[in-house]
């Protein structure tokens, strides 16, 4: 399929709460010797090391070198702390707390050496998103590093990595009101847009790419929203020195703006959300940076903005320098799924069919990986326009195909039939299939239905959901020296229920709301489908072949020990979590991620045979990290669970 930029129809893009980390790299997936510069290690977002000395014949040995409590900075302690370190000339830096508090940690012992917290405001009380920061950027500036945070409030500070003072020859001594340059909204400094106007926080770190702090943002989550007004999460670029704004670019194209007639009805005057929520990746060379978007307002159902909706759930390639748009893909078209591509896009260098070929990996919610060519954005293999199902949900207009990934092949379980329900004992296989009689099952792209629809149904279930696939805490890592992709997801079904809006808020304005994704409980508290119920993926880049997949993971005991299961081999389902991993030149490391055992994994990166495995203090929460810091290679990992508030582990081995 053509390039979206070339074809309209092939690619559609929306974009819209920035998630961002500092790149000054000469090269995407060039890594600093023994540092992690950016939430995804590099600007290429690879989540890569090259150290080895952690590997196969010791990673068994590796013991907990100090804890760092997350629960001090409150006054909210944060039992998912969802931050990612980053580690830069001999100090690590991170976010812990609601006030979203930066914090500088001496790497070999775990000591707090400065801390900065933003000042109160009415923002910050607003902010749905104070526990969800995921870290910190960095870059050089004329000889000298700054450290770069973006808070709940939605301001954008700059900080001296040595004191943790603010930089006063940075905006307004050191600080940044980003409401100033969203868009032509009032606002007041304290309490920020008036709530009639909408509502926007932040959630990810920025990111500097040649000289330029590219900002994104989020909002509320949509499926509690019942209003169709809301502003947009435009994009933002700021001089990394000065603090000076440099452009904004609009995820919901204004009029005589490109994409503006993708929005129908004039809905683009009063739609908000698309939100670039997720980290983002970036590309020096090319002065490019990459931003992913979620749906407009509000999830699943947009019949009050009819039309493909572009920039939404998109795929953006932006000039660093201008703000301008050099090319997107759309990955769903006038999305009511919920399927936001949730985390940084991979970008790495393989040579398919004998060429070279610069590649932009974004795995999703629907269990695809988008492989494209991160310079133009044209499709590396196929991706085609397909028939899907259409809603009968009164005022709803579906986009009568979506782009269909012809290869690498699906990394997850998409749709689901009678065929995908659990069959461990007759039993319990006999109580899913009076479970779904309440629900339509359907193919993937499955549409959201209404309670008490015409057939008796009350829900349609839609597979993977809100929930499944690739996300945000396991997401992928890529190997940038054999080309191979390590994707985490899990089934993660949805089955949104759809009611009149105002049943749920008198002053709704939409005509069908939904008050969260839904799910489908299974018999007894098991899952209603078959295992594995989590996965690890490797994917060959430069042949889209799959090349071993592996339970993520084990069996949980819930699952283990359940009643109705004693005496039933049910081999290894692996956990109800998204794997949290990183690779490095010898491993694949990974954690089982939130709720599950608090146990540490490697495995062989060629075959996915498990090498190794240690405990933790708790189970992992978010993508981890590693680093070398005088001599001695440390893993970093957020946990929590079991009673044990967000917390960072420190691993590494014995002192001889």
Not at 9 to 38: D, H, N
Not at 278 to 296: H, I, R
Not at 626 to 640: F, K, N, S
Request: charged letters at 20%.
């Amino acid at each position: 399929m053509p390039n979206a930029a070339v074809v309209p129809r092939a690619a559609k893009l929306a974009l819209a709460s920035v998630a961002v980390l500092a790149l000054v790299l000469p090269t995407p997936t060039q890594a600093q010797e023994g540092e992690w510069r950016y939430w995804g290690s590099d600007a290429a977002s690879t989540r890569y090391s090259p150290l080895d000395q952690i590997d196969a014949s010791n990673f068994g040995d590796l013991e907990v070198a100090w804890i760092w409590r997350g629960d001090n900075f409150g006054p909210e302690a944060d039992p998912l702390l969802r931050a990612t370190p980053i580690y830069v000339d001999g100090k690590l830096y991170s976010v812990a707390g609601s006030r979203r508090t930066a914090v500088a940690i001496d790497p070999a012992t775990g000591e707090t050496l400065w801390t900065f917290r933003e000042p109160h405001t009415q923002r910050w009380e607003d902010s749905m998103r104070k526990n969800y920061g995921k870290g910190v950027g960095y870059a050089e500036v004329g000889g000298r590093g700054v450290i770069y945070l973006v808070t709940p409030a939605f301001f954008l500070h700059a900080l001296d990595p040595e004191t943790g003072y603010p930089v006063e020859s940075f905006g307004d001594h050191g600080v940044v009101d980003l409401l100033d340059n969203l868009g032509p909204w009032p606002h007041d400094r304290d309490k920020g847009l008036d709530p009639s106007t909408g509502y926007i926080t932040n959630s990810s770190p920025p990111i500097v790419v040649n000289g330029v702090v590219v900002v994104g943002n989020s909002h509320e989550q949509g499926y509690y929203q019942t209003r169709q007004e809301n502003v947009p999460g435009n994009v933002m670029g700021y001089d990394a020195a000065t603090g000076k704004h440099l452009w904004t670019f609009n995820v919901i194209p204004q009029e005589g703006e490109y994409g503006n007639d993708t929005w129908e009805n004039d809905a683009w005057r009063r739609t908000g959300n698309v939100s670039a929520w997720a980290p983002l990746s970036a590309d020096p060379e090319l002065g490019l940076v990459y931003v992913v978007t979620d749906p407009p307002t509000i999830d699943y159902f947009g019949g009050f903005h009819p039309g493909d909706n572009l920039f939404a759930t998109s795929i953006l390639a932006i000039d660093a320098s201008t703000g301008e748009r050099r090319w997107h893909f759309q990955t769903v078209h006038h999305d009511v799924w919920n399927y936001d591509n949730p985390t940084a896009p991979n970008l790495v260098d393989v040579t398919v069919d004998g060429r070279e070929v610069p590649a932009l990996v974004q795995v999703t919610k629907q269990g695809w990986a988008y492989v494209l060519n991160r310079a133009t954005g044209e499709p590396v293999w196929d991706i085609e326009e397909r028939p899907v199902p259409q809603s009968d949900v009164p005022g709803e207009q579906l986009s009568p195909t979506q782009p269909f990934v012809t290869r690498p092949a699906p990394f997850e379980m998409q749709g689901i039939t009678e065929d995908d329900l659990i069959d461990f004992t007759p039993e319990l296989r006999a109580m899913a299939m009076e479970i779904v009689k309440d629900f339509r099952l359907g193919p993937l792209f499955n549409p959201p239905s209404r309670e008490n629809a015409p057939d008796g149904t009350q829900a349609a279930i839609h597979c993977p959901g809100a929930n499944g696939g690739a996300n945000i805490p396991g997401g992928a890592a890529v190997d940038p020296e054999t080309g191979i992709l390590y994707v985490a997801s899990t089934k993660g079904c949805s089955a949104p229920r759809l009611v009149p809006g105002t049943d749920v808020d008198p002053d709704s304005n939409v005509d069908w709301v939904s008050v969260g994704p839904g799910g489908v409980r299974g018999p007894e508290g098991l899952p209603i489908f078959k295992p594995p119920y989590s996965t690890i993926t490797a994917i060959d880049l430069n042949t889209g072949d799959h090349v071993w997949r592996i339970p993520n993971g084990a069996t949980p005991e819930s699952v283990k020990n359940h009643p109705r299961l004693q005496g039933v081999d049910v081999g290894n389902t692996g956990a109800r979590s998204h794997a949290t991993k990183l690779v490095t030149k010898t491993l694949l490391m990974y954690g089982e991620g939130r709720g599950a055992a608090p146990i540490f994994r490697a495995v062989d990166k060629a075959t996915g045979k498990e090498l190794a495995s240690v405990e933790l203090p708790g189970a992992t929460l978010t993508a981890p990290m590693t680093y070398m810091h005088e001599g001695v290679q440390y893993v970093v990992t957020a946990v929590g669970g079991r009673g044990m508030a967000g917390a960072l582990v420190a691993l590494r081995l014995p002192e001889e």
